[in-house]
Structure formats: C-alpha cells, structure tokens
C-alpha cells in the first residue's frame, strides 16, 4: 500500500479566505481523489485528478471554488477557496489503481470561523 | 435515497463479543466492497475488500457480501478495545481502484473492556 501524507493536518481559517492543501504519495499513481468528510456524515468524493489533465469535480462541486492541481505522478493539492464556515470539515485525498483499491491519508481538519 | 445505508449506531459491546456491522445499497453497479477503519483524527484505514458474494477471512475479521440481497457484513471477532473506531463501508462499480467509492456513514464502535 502506498503512504500518503497530508499538510497542514489542520488549521483554522478566516471567513473569505483560501486554503491550499497538499497530498504527497511515496509512489508514483495513476488517480488521486479529494474527499470531505463534514462532522456526522460520509465522505464525499469532491474531484478524481489525474496527472497531465484537468480534474472531473462531482456535482455540487465547482473548480471555482475547489481548484486542483496535479503537477506529478506523487503530488496534488486541492484549494478551498472563499472559505465560509460551511466548509468547515475534514479534507482527504486518497490514491487508487487498476491492481488496487484506494488507500487514504490522514486528512487535513478545516475550521472556518 | 441514500446509495448506500448504514447505521451510525454508537453501538457499544463488551470485551470478547463478537460484533456485527452491516450496510445495504441500492445501485447494482456496485462489484467492489470495502471496509475501512477509522480512528478519532485520523484519516480511513482498509481492512478489507471483497467482489464477489460469499465470505472472506483476514484474522478476526470476516467480510460477507450478499449481492442478490445487496447487503454487506463484517463480523469482528473476539473484540478488543482498540477495535473501537468508526467503521466505514464502502462500494465501487466495475472499474477497480480508478473509481469513486461510495461510502456508508459510518458506525461508531466502543469496545468495553
């Protein structure tokens, strides 16, 4: 299974503001995902990126507000851009392929006052 | 309704009890099954995954899967208090690892010593 670490593991924002969250894997992978998990609900998948193109956001979700970069095979970073305290929730990405399933990181928890 | 149910419990049992955790889903796109564990502030964590109906064993932990019922288990075993976390099931269509997983909302589990 790969290791993926996340920064920063948390933070607390300001209303109006942006974050950049990076997630790097110890291998090279093909897909990365970012999920939210909002407080008493499942993960949501936010946007699949691949490497060398643009990402595939999920409906409710809008590159405007998530943009996704994936400069490499072992990095991504997904933004939270316009912060409102609704997006306020634990962000993870994960990594998966064709021999495998998805393994996760260990999450970037976002307060948002 | 949801794509995929499961009950967020708590559920709470003591030390040796054998526990039963389950998820039923309603897309028949559904092939791959995933349990994943989660600690507090910590990011999911695979315990195991299965494809096709029937049972599978990894130690203390059994994974069922009734496609024709479109409903999933996972026994543990002889619990132990650092079984307590939240057990998350989730689900992908044919196209393994490459996919988004759908996820149940979790049941949080208390082992009692």
């Known amino acids: 299974s790969a290791v993926i670490s996340q920064k920063p593991s948390r933070d607390i924002c300001q209303r109006g503001t942006s974050l950049t969250i990076q997630c790097q894997v110890d291998?090279?992978?093909?897909?990365m995902f970012w999920y939210r998990q909002q407080p008493g609900q499942s993960l949501t998948l936010i946007a699949t990126?691949?490497?060398?193109?643009?990402?595939?956001?999920e409906s409710g979700f809008v590159i405007d507000k998530f943009p996704i970069s994936r400069p490499n095979l072992t990095f991504s970073t997904l933004t939270v851009s316009n912060m409102s305290p609704e997006d306020s929730s634990i962000y993870l990405c994960?990594?998966?392929?064709?021999?495998?399933?998805?393994?996760f990181g260990p999450g970037t928890r976002l307060t948002v006052l | 309704q949801k794509e995929v149910e499961q009950d967020p419990g708590p559920l709470s049992v003591p030390e040796g009890a054998i526990v039963s955790l389950n998820c039923t889903y309603s897309?028949?796109?559904?092939?791959?099954f995933m349990w994943y564990r989660q600690y507090s502030r910590k990011g999911p964590e695979l315990l195991m995954y299965?494809?096709?109906?029937g049972n599978k064993e990894d130690g203390r932990f059994t994974a069922q899967v009734d496609k024709s019922s479109k409903y999933i288990s996972l026994f543990i075993r002889d619990s132990q208090p650092s079984d307590s976390a939240t057990y998350l099931c989730?689900?992908?269509?044919?196209?393994?690892?490459?996919?988004?997983?759908?996820f149940g909302t979790g049941t949080r589990l208390t082992i009692i010593p």
């Open positions: 994960s990594v998966g392929g064709r021999t495998d399933t998805q393994y």
């Open positions: 291998s090279q992978v093909t897909m």
């Open positions: 990126a691949n490497q060398g193109s643009e990402a595939t956001y």
């Open positions: 897309n028949s796109a559904f092939q791959y």
């Open positions: 299965t494809y096709s109906s």
């Open positions: 989730a689900m992908m269509g044919s196209n393994f690892g490459n996919e988004k997983l759908t």
